[in-house]
């Protein structure tokens, strides 16, 4: 594959920051879902859940479109949301050549953040 490119990523269901471990400035990439706002217009439970499975399968999407750059990833977040971009990656060619790791972590600032990510990747 050549040089590793590298990728932190903190997400939620929300929201996902992207952020290349560089040895300059990280810039940051936001990916935003519509699930929170869309799917309360369901008038259903089913519906909304329906909905929202939709919306967050999107999301993930949107987010795995962004990461096939790269190819070592650290994923790290306050909620169940890294474990399931994890499992669309499983489900794409391109991710089983590359190196995926999940951490839970609480909600940080983007300071935590690139402070985590650049701990990480310089230890790995």
């Known amino acids: ?5 590298k990728l932190g990523i903190w997400i939620d269901h929300s929201m996902a920051y992207l952020m290349e471990f ?9 990916v935003e879902s519509d699930s929170e706002e869309l799917a309360c217009n ?11 499975k939709r919306l967050l ?5 949107k987010i795995a479109r962004e990461m096939k750059n790269y190819n070592q990833f650290i994923l790290f977040g306050p909620n169940n949301a890294k474990l399931e971009l994890f499992d669309v990656l499983s489900e794409d060619d391109y991710f089983f050549n590359t190196t995926v790791e999940i951490k839970k972590t ?19």
């Open 22 to 30: 560089t040895s300059t400035p990280f810039e940051i990439k936001i």
């Open 57 to 61: 399968f999107t999301y993930y999407n």
């Open 106 to 124: 609480d909600s940080m600032t983007f300071a935590e953040q690139h402070k985590f990510i650049k701990a990480h990747f310089t230890h790995s």
């Open 1 to 5: 594959m050549g040089t590793s490119k």
């Open 42 to 52: 369901a008038t259903t439970f089913e519906e909304l859940m329906v909905t929202k």
